[in-house]
T-cell receptor, first 113, second 112 residues
Framework: NAGVTQTPKFRVLKTGQSMTLLCAQDMNHEYMYWYRQDPGMGLRLIHYSVGEGTTAKGEVPDGYNVSRLKKQNFLLGLESAAPSQTSVYFC????????????FGSGTQLSVL | EDKVVQSPLSLVVHEGDTVTLNCSYEVTNFRSLLWYKQEKKAPTFLFMLTSSGIEKKSGRLSSILDKKELFSILNITATQTGDSAVYLCAVEAPNTGNQFYFGTGTSLTVIP
């Protein structure tokens, strides 16, 4: 029962480097999300997807891109990392049925120096 | 603008105390309110509330929703050190797809 799996768990980048965070879910969920969590800011939605091949911007999308080529995977890309992107990133998924909860991955701690 | 506000931001209590955490919201297309517990990693689900006045209960934790006054409370009785965590409130308010809006959380510390 894997649920939502995020890789990597930790990463340190230098300013300007790029990277991709991978999220995989095995619950056949339609909806997937990327959040970032910063002290005192709660969880803020970066991008989300309502199905394979579709993505949409959330509250804080600047500096990030996403892709949902397969239903089970949702990728978050940073093309040119900035120190302001130092954060903990959580992937989550939910079904498209009414009143379904969010299932979270274990998080990725990203530091941009 | 949709928003979810939690109070207090932090709380320190002694074991055995009872605590009440608050969550108020202003969203369009309200569907449900969820409570999560976060202990240094992924949030874990506690409750989902969709109807006013119906208490959800799990052991020492309970929660209730007031859709008229737009708030929810989470009660924890006989607190234990294992209850120390950040408690997150989220409101599901779909526009296109399911969208969940989170509060900043309440940090609870239970002292032995």
């Amino acid at each position: 029962n894997a649920g939502v799996t995020q890789t990597p768990k930790f990463r340190v980048l230098k300013t300007g480097q790029s990277m991709t965070l991978l999220c995989a879910q095995d619950m056949n969920h339609e909806y997937m999300y990327w959040y970032r969590q910063d002290p005192g800011m709660g969880l803020r939605l970066i991008h989300y997807s309502v199905g394979e091949g579709t993505t949409a911007k959330g509250e804080v999308p600047d500096g990030y891109n996403v892709s949902r080529l397969k239903k089970q995977n949702f990728l978050l890309g940073l093309e040119s990392a900035a120190p302001s992107q130092t954060s903990v990133y959580f992937c989550a998924s939910s079904s498209d049925r009414t009143n379904e909860k969010l299932f979270f991955g274990s998080g990725t701690q990203l530091s941009v120096l | 603008e949709d928003k979810v506000v939690q109070s207090p931001l932090s709380l320190v209590v002694h074991e055995g105390d009872t605590v009440t955490l608050n969550c108020s919201y202003e969203v369009t297309n309200f569907r449900s309110l969820l409570w999560y517990k976060q202990e240094k990693k992924a949030p874990t689900f506690l409750f989902m509330l969709t109807s006013s006045g119906i208490e959800k209960k799990s052991g020492r934790l309970s929660s209730i929703l007031d859709k008229k006054e737009l708030f929810s409370i989470l009660n924890i009785t006989a607190t234990q050190t294992g209850d120390s965590a950040v408690y997150l409130c989220a409101v599901e308010a779909p526009n296109t797809g399911n969208q969940f809006y989170f509060g900043t959380g309440t940090s609870l510390t239970v002292i032995p």
